[in-house]
């Protein structure tokens, strides 16, 4: 052991979306001081994202925090940073349907409270659709009723939150989605609507990395384990944990170090590494697992990729120079008299059906006159191949139609998300197919035992919001994943936990 120089292990983190960034500052808060961020793309955030329309700053990624409560970290952050101050009361909903006139809202969201419980069913093993429980729950409250009046309501209302749920979900078909979906899912309670806030969490995450550190269009084409990887380094301080001397099995004989996984990038540059995190979309993932790891995945962690399922879901931003609707209206909804619970898809002839559900952002001091339109699945991808020109005169003539006024001028901007084809994500985020349950998200947030190297453990790891079972689609979810391998690294190191440690209740 003559000449070796114990050294702070270093490790690579791929991807400063929320995932990697809450990775790398959790690892800093540890002590470990040699770790890096690489990130394809231009921005950090990942998913998380804002962009200026005007002068307000909107999210084009994450808007509502999944769960106001103090369990939820992400919450806990903005709310302790006094940020949630800024936050409006909840708007008023409206209600139109196709024949021109207000639906009383009542009534409205009544029905609708209904339809989501019913959708919000944590089946366990059942193999069933959502679409097919739907169909089968609602019928049978809508025949419970002795109104006909009252069940031609409720038909159009289900079939209204069949079509928001697909925008939560992402996909174009609820008979495509598991039933099982929320089998292992952590309901953290109530959603908060954070507009132009959210970004502000990837601020507060970046606080104290080191800029250097964070190395912006260094697209990963190639991670190279469960190797042996040579390099001539400069030899930085000794750490002053001795334990970190019982693990580090890479050592320098002089300058000459040994490392089992080397990093490749899209330009060339090598990083070698003694550990990597890898906190890609289950999107990107989809596309490019094959040929992103040397040796290839195992087996039953390619085949949980594949199983997954990863949405889309497109946020049409449309600016007015004045507000055609009502001071203190949140959402509008339109509903469709044609429109069954029974099968609820989407229909990209008839993309515009699709386009049911309208926020309005606010306050109107920070963000003036802008409406957000959703949609998701297929008609995702459709709204991301049209000219605003084209998304402008159709929304408009569909406005116009709803609220029966002729005179609703255009947009004076339209501004749509294109995660469908950023080929750095390839979507929104992970759902269940039918017959899959969370818990193959285990498999995929297991990290790779080397086969060559098996002492040489934690080689690959894994985070993001796919690997999350009870978080998964969310950005508290990515966040923890983070911190659950930062924690396996500094267990591994036998590190004792940093004080912010608390904010992360188990899940
Ligand atoms: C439109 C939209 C709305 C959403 N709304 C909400 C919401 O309201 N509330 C909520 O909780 N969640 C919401 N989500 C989901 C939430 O944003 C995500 O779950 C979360 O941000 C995912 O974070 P992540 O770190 O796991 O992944 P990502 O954010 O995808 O980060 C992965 C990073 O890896 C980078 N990368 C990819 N390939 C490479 C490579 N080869 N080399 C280097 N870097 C690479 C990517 O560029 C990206 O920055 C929304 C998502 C979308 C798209």
Not at 175 to 194: A, F, P
Not at 396 to 407: A, N, V
Not at 475 to 486: I, K, P, T
Request: hydrophobic share 35%; charged share 25%.
């Amino acid at each position: 052991m003559k000449g070796m120089t114990q050294r702070s292990p270093s490790i690579v983190v791929v991807g400063a979306g929320v995932a990697g960034l809450a990775a790398a500052k959790r690892l800093k808060e540890y002590g470990f001081d040699d770790v890096t961020v690489l990130e394809a793309s231009e921005k950090v955030g990942g998913r998380v994202a804002a962009a200026t329309i005007g002068s307000a700053c909107v999210d084009t990624g994450a808007q509502y925090i999944h769960g106001a409560t103090d369990e939820n970290p992400v919450y806990c952050l903005l709310k302790n940073s006094g940020l949630l101050s800024q936050v409006s009361e909840d708007g008023s909903e409206k209600f139109y349907n196709n024949k021109r006139q207000e639906v009383d809202a009542d009534v409205a969201t009544r029905v609708y409270k209904i339809g989501e419980d019913i959708l919000r069913y944590h089946g366990s093993s059942t193999g069933k659709s959502l679409g097919e429980h739907f169909a089968e729950k609602t019928k049978a409250v809508i025949d419970s009723s002795e109104d006909d009046e009252m069940k031609i309501r409720m038909q159009n209302v289900f079939a209204l939150v069949g079509k928001d749920m697909l925008i939560d979900i992402g996909a174009s078909d609820l008979h495509s989605v598991s039933l099982d979906s929320w089998e292992y899912y952590t309901n953290m309670g109530e959603d908060l609507d954070v507009p132009g806030l959210m970004f502000r969490l990837v601020d507060m995450l970046l606080e104290d990395f080191p800029k250097e550190r964070l190395l912006m269009k260094r697209e990963v084409s190639k991670i190279k384990w469960d190797g042996s990887f040579s390099a001539v380094k400069d030899v930085p301080a000794p750490p002053s944990d001795e334990s970190l001397s019982a693990h580090t099995e890479a050592v320098s004989e002089g300058n000459v170090r040994q490392y089992p996984v080397c990093i490749v990038c899209e330009n060339g540059e090598e990083i070698l590494t003694d550990h990597v995190i890898v906190t890609v979309s289950l999107g990107f993932l989809k596309a490019q697992a094959l040929n992103l790891f040397s040796p290839s995945l195992p087996a039953e962690k390619m085949e949980v990729i594949n199983k997954l399922c990863f949405g889309n879901i497109a946020k049409i931003f449309l600016e007015y120079e004045q507000a055609f609707w009502e001071d203190g209206v949140g959402t509008f909804s339109f509903i469709y008299e044609d429109d069954s619970p029974t099968s609820v898809s989407t229909n990209t002839t008839q993309w515009l059906k699709n386009i049911q559900l309208f926020s309005v952002l606010r306050p109107k001091e920070r963000f003036g006159n802008i409406l957000i339109g959703w949609c998701p699945g297929d008609i995702a991808d459709l709204i991301e191949t049209m000219t605003e020109e084209d998304l402008s005169s159709a929304i408009t003539e569909h406005l116009r139609m709803f609220f029966g006024k002729s005179d609703i001028p255009p947009p004076k901007s339209v501004h749509s998300t294109k995660w469908g084809s950023n080929r750095f994500i390839k979507g929104s985020y992970t759902y269940l197919p039918v017959g899959v349950n969370g818990q193959v998200m285990d498999t995929l947030a297991q990290p790779l035992m080397g086969s060559h190297r098996p002492t040489v453990n934690l080689q690959v790891m894994f985070a993001g919001e796919a690997t999350m079972k009870s978080l998964y689609g969310t950005v508290h979810g990515a966040l923890l994943s983070g911190h659950r391998e930062a924690d396996r690294l500094a267990k591994h190191y036998n590190k004792d936990p940093p004080s912010t440690a608390s904010l992360d209740k188990q899940v």
